[in-house]
């Protein structure tokens, strides 16, 4: 009940394209969905996050679609990057009335996103 | 503001060794996570402390410990390393245990 399931595992678009990237979970606790972005050799960052109070939510060329009913949600990137090859984590985690998730949160497998110039 | 810093980079180890490692996390949180990332097994939580208290533990062995210090400052350890145990070590540090964390490069450890 814990898991959260990522697909596709690899995903390759043209240089503009849109990137779609999904998430399905199980544990309805969770109530906290943020998205990271990994580069070789580096740590996950932190590109963008979403409650189950909205269904949407967009930074720049980011969105975030939420399916409460579903307990599906997805990441878009509009108009893809070169530079946004990377691989692409969902996330999950239940916080408390305070806002606390005692730092665990459940990953997903990862995406690896390529973009052709 | 400086990141989560994460020392050392890379480690080579023994099987059968122990060995620590170290992370600052961004001034003024005072929650410090720990993730242990592989190719099969992906990013996977091993324990979070606040306030030098143990609040959250994930599903590994013993051998996983770690201890923070009062200057938020966190150490994890891993004792009688075996050759499943070669992964990133990953820390994450959050104001109090929230949901926005922020990660550190990570080290690299790998057991021979």
């Known amino acids: 009940q814990q898991q959260v399931k990522q697909s596709p595992q690899s995903l390759i678009v043209q240089k503009g394209g849109i990137s779609i990237i999904n998430c399905a979970y199980e544990?309805?606790?969770?109530?906290?969905f943020p998205w990271y972005q990994q580069f070789p050799g580096k740590g996950p960052a932190l590109l963008i996050a979403?409650?189950?109070?909205?269904s949407e939510k967009k930074e720049g060329r980011f969105t975030i679609s939420f399916n409460k009913s579903a307990k599906q949600f997805s990441l878009h990137i509009m108009d893809s990057q070169p530079g946004d090859s990377a691989t692409y984590f969902c996330?999950?985690?239940?916080?408390?009335?305070?806002?606390?998730?005692?730092?665990?949160?459940?990953f997903g497998q990862g995406t690896i996103l390529t973009v052709h110039p | 503001k400086a990141g989560v810093t994460q020392t050392p980079r890379y480690l080579i180890k023994t099987r059968g060794q122990q060995v620590t490692l170290s992370c600052s996390p961004i001034?003024?949180?005072?929650?410090v996570s720990w993730y242990q990332q592989t190719p099969g097994q992906g990013l996977q939580f091993l324990f979070e402390?606040?306030?030098?208290?143990?609040?959250n533990k994930g599903n590994f062995p013993g051998r996983f410990s770690g201890r923070q210090f009062s200057n938020s400052r966190s150490e994890m350890n891993v004792s009688t390393l075996e050759l499943g145990d070669s992964a990133l070590y990953l820390c994450?540090?959050?104001?109090?245990?929230?949901?926005?964390?922020?990660f550190g490069q990570g080290t690299r450890l790998t057991v021979v």
């Open positions: 001034s003024g949180h005072r929650s």
């Open positions: 544990n309805t606790a969770f109530d906290y």
């Open positions: 994450a540090s959050s104001f109090k245990g929230n949901s926005e964390a922020f």
């Open positions: 402390y606040f306030s030098e208290t143990q609040r």
């Open positions: 979403i409650r189950p109070d909205v």
């Open positions: 996330a999950a985690t239940a916080t408390n009335a305070g806002g606390t998730s005692y730092g665990k949160l459940t």
